[in-house]
Nanobody, 122 residues
Framework: QVSLVESGGGSVQAGGSLRLSCAGS????????VGWFRQALGKEREFVAV????????EYAASVRGRFTVSRDNAKNTVLLQMNSLKPEDTAVYYC???????????????WGQGTQVTVSS
């Protein structure tokens, strides 16, 4: 069993930065890939980024590539999402999730956090 808790969301102006944190619990957390997803009001949940269990494989959605950076520290059971050059269209609830592989589809993830709101104003 893995539990995930996101933190670090908030409100920021366009061009600003936020850093989201995903804290995992459970002995096997470090063996899971961790993905970040977001869901804007009235829209489907979409893939943002994923990092493999080792941190060696990382993928980003085209919409965030070059602006967002995902990293993990297995010693601390933490995955970070550094978000720079934020845009109003980045406004959404952001979720971290754990899966057995580095998938981009939400349905492949077994464990989810409760989400954290990110609001970017123009």
């Amino acid at each position: 069993q893995v539990s995930l808790v996101e933190s670090g969301g908030g409100s920021v102006q366009a061009g600003g930065s936020l850093r989201l944190s995903c804290a995992g619990s459970g002995r096997t957390f470090s063996s899971y890939a961790v993905g970040w997803f977001r869901q804007a009001l009235g829209k489907e949940r979409e893939f943002v980024a994923v990092v493999s269990w080792s941190g060696e494989r990382i993928e980003y959605a085209a919409s965030v590539r070059g602006r967002f950076t995902v990293s993990r520290d297995n010693a601390k059971n933490t995955v970070l999402l550094q978000m720079n050059s934020l845009k109003p269209e980045d406004t959404a609830v952001y979720y971290c999730a754990a899966a057995s592989g580095s998938f981009v589809y939400p349905g492949a993830y077994q464990y989810w956090g409760q989400g954290t709101q990110v609001t970017v104003s123009s």
